[in-house]
């Protein structure tokens, strides 16, 4: 979904975190000071936070580096440009994985479609939960690619796009990130964002791959208030004259995830193997496993060389498991 004209510029000028008076909102949109009430309106409707104070105007809760779709993509090397079939961003959207993955069937060969959304109303968290999504604070990217073996053949690309992630961060002075089997970022034990891979198409190929990520770059305490568990943000991460821009950041992980999907073959997974293991934040750690209704508790032992699970139970036996998710908590009860 994209915003009206009006309300695009509005939320432009109201970006910059300031105060800014219906008069003058009203002049730099050539609209009336009723129309810019409706507009404030609709904006908070569609779940953007805008505060109004007699005297001053209306102002965003924060501000904001918007999307900038010519920006991002000057920032692009050229492996990146070559492959890039379209740069969608969207003013808000239920989930990015879903478009993609509604519209895989029409993708070029050899190339990728990025989509990009300052919002997300219906994007899929831990468990099933919704992923929180302030409107213009954090990164909500997904990428579709055609494989021409099948689904069988992407094995371990989760764990690939894991180290992808850390690799960009490291380029921006996040350090210290670590990966969760199978699909999280954490840090210091906290979340920083998730991975999510949805893949479709003939056992013999070819097949899509739909690669979503969520990345915590700013979270207000009102919006964190609403997620389930332990949560970190780029933003208190890196000290004030470290911030990084939410564009330039954008541009760098679509790099990397395109660097890792456009070679990515059967045998590729051993190539990130040890690099995985180098940020797996969940050695030694005692964990329950959920698959389904089916709880497992036991500590975890690493991944093998397939990028399965192995987790080492009450009994002392070992096993590897190839899906599941891993709670922290020991012996967590949710």
Request: proline content about 2%; some cysteine; hydrophobic content about 40%.
């Amino acid at each position: 979904m994209q915003f009206s004209a009006t309300k695009k510029r509005l939320v432009q000028i109201l970006a910059d975190g300031q105060f800014h008076s219906g008069t003058d909102l009203a002049e730099q949109l050539s609209i009336s000071r009723s129309a810019v009430w409706k507009n404030i309106n609709g904006l908070e409707e569609q779940g953007i936070d805008i505060t109004a104070v007699n005297g001053k105007g209306y102002r965003l809760h924060s501000e904001l580096e918007l999307l900038d779709k010519k920006l991002i993509f000057s920032l692009f090397n050229h492996p990146t440009r070559q492959c890039l079939a379209e740069l969608e961003i969207h003013d808000q959207i239920g989930s990015t994985n879903s478009h993609l993955v509604a519209l895989s069937n029409d993708q070029p060969e050899a190339s990728a479609i990025v989509c990009l959304a300052e919002q997300q109303t219906a994007g899929k968290g831990r468990r099933g939960r919704q992923w929180v999504s302030p409107f213009g604070s954090n990164i909500y990217a997904s990428l579709v690619w055609q494989f021409e073996q099948g689904p069988a053949s992407l094995s371990g690309l989760s764990l690939a796009i894991g180290v992808a992630v850390i690799k960009a961060l490291e380029i921006h002075g996040v350090h210290g990130a670590g990966l969760k089997w199978p699909n999280d970022i954490y840090w210091q034990q906290r979340k920083l964002g998730g991975i999510l891979v949805e893949v479709s198409g003939e056992a013999d190929g070819p097949c899509h791959a739909v690669i979503g990520l969520g990345l915590n770059l700013y979270l207000s305490d009102q919006h964190g208030s609403k997620i389930e568990q332990d949560w970190v943000d780029i933003n208190s991460i890196l000290d004030e004259s470290q911030q990084v821009s939410r564009n330039q950041l954008v541009a760098t992980l679509i790099e990397q995830l395109v660097a890792v999907t456009r070679s990515y073959t059967p045998s590729s997974f051993a190539l990130y193997r040890d690099e995985w293991r180098k940020f797996d934040c969940m050695q030694g750690q005692q964990v329950s496993l959920f698959m389904g209704h089916t709880k497992i508790n036991g500590t975890v032992l690493g991944i093998n060389d397939d990028g399965l699970l192995l987790l080492q139970t009450a009994t002392g036996a070992t096993q590897s498991f190839a899906s599941g998710e891993v709670s922290f908590r020991s012996y967590a009860t949710d």
